[in-house]
């Protein structure tokens, strides 16, 4: 079992959440302070009704260069997000957006 261990490499990546410390929601401008009543800090954005669109949220962009530069990664020019389709109960916009292919940091 020992020989064949070599033609193997260990390869271990990580994905990271966390929480940004921002005025508004990443793709709208709806509030974020704790503690608020429930379903009073959505907007038609964030609950995704036809014919609205995102805005990303410059604070989280900067945040997310500051990280990449603090890490040694390589910033992209531009941005891409995609929209990933899940059925879930609790996900009723039946959508998460994604930037897999491109994100903001790359490396590091």
Do not use: W
């Amino acid at each position: 079992m020992a020989e064949n261990s070599s033609s193997y490499e260990i390869v271990v990546g990580l994905e990271v959440h966390a929480q940004l410390l921002t005025q508004s929601k990443l793709f709208c401008g709806d509030s974020t302070e704790f503690g608020n009543a429930p379903n009073t800090q959505v907007s038609p954005v964030s609950l995704a009704h036809p014919g609205t669109l995102p805005v990303m949220n410059k604070e989280a962009i900067a945040f997310a260069v500051k990280m990449g530069l603090a890490c040694d990664c390589e910033i992209e020019r531009y941005n891409y997000f995609a929209r990933k389709n899940y059925f879930y109960p609790d996900l009723p916009k039946g959508y998460q957006v994604s930037q897999h292919t491109t994100p903001i940091c790359k490396g590091g």
